[in-house]
């Protein structure tokens, strides 16, 4: 079976700071990894995705996310935070190969990010 | 283009009381999916389609049921509704890709209160 853990209900950060959201994740072969970030009342919303390759991935928003396999983890990076980054954030795995119906995604519990001005 | 849209988009029904969600996605993916997110718990999935006319059964399918008679469009039942199952569904669609590296889009979601 597979899980991700998202160890922090909340991240507070002053704007302009770097931001990170941790995500650590447990699948019996090889993972697919993604970040979607939910604005109050509003559906999730795709940030970026690991499939292979570069361990280090770019995405939406300025957003990056690091691939550790040693570790298990992809944590969620922002150089510089701005208060409009303040959301909800979840991390979702998905194992590789298999059935149609592994294409489902599991969820993380969230991490509320919040941006001090 | 408006991507996945969900129908109605907030509903109070009675313990016992019946209803159907929609959703509808003009993207022409093959799969789609209905979540439902739960304070603390972060997403889990009912049901999901794989395609016009097929469905499967998710990690929490109990009370629900789903039909899939046109490729565009994902319905979420609910026969007898249950306090349980006060809650904010999504659902979601994506393409028939490389497998598991599709990203899924997601709707704006039904909030759902019963009573």
């Known amino acids: 079976a597979q899980s991700v853990a998202q160890p922090e209900d909340q991240v507070n950060v002053a704007e302009g700071n770097p931001l990170t959201v941790k995500c650590t994740y447990s699948?019996?072969?090889?993972?697919?990894l993604f970040w979607y970030v939910q604005y109050p009342n509003r559906g999730l919303q795709f940030l970026l995705k690991?499939?292979?390759?570069?361990?280090l991935v770019k995405g939406s928003y300025g957003f990056e996310a690091e691939f550790n396999k040693s570790q298990t983890s992809f944590h969620l990076k922002k150089p510089s935070a701005l208060v409009s980054d303040s959301a909800l954030y979840f991390c979702?795995?998905?194992?590789?190969?298999?059935?149609?119906?592994?294409?489902?995604?599991?969820f993380g519990s969230g991490t509320r990010l919040q941006v001090q001005p | 283009n408006a991507g996945v849209t969900q129908t109605p988009k907030f509903r109070v029904l009675k313990t016992g009381q019946s209803m159907t969600l929609l959703c509808a996605q003009d993207?022409?993916?093959?799969?789609m999916y209905w979540y439902r997110q739960d304070p603390g718990m972060g997403l889990r999935l009912i049901h999901y389609?794989?395609?016009?006319?097929?469905?499967a059964k998710g990690e929490v399918p109990d009370g629900y049921n789903v039909s899939r008679l046109k490729k565009q469009n994902f319905l979420l039942g609910l026969e007898s509704a249950a306090p349980s199952q006060t809650s904010v569904y999504f659902c979601?669609?994506?393409?028939?890709?490389?497998?598991?590296?599709?990203?899924?889009?997601f709707g704006p979601g039904t909030r759902l209160l019963v009573l």
């Open positions: 389609s794989v395609g016009e006319g097929t469905t």
């Open positions: 699948v019996s072969g090889n993972p697919y």
């Open positions: 979702a795995v998905r194992e590789r190969g298999g059935d149609t119906g592994r294409r489902a995604l599991t």
């Open positions: 979601a669609s994506s393409s028939s890709g490389l497998a598991g590296t599709e990203t899924q889009y």
């Open positions: 993207m022409n993916h093959e799969y």
């Open positions: 690991y499939i292979t390759g570069d361990n």
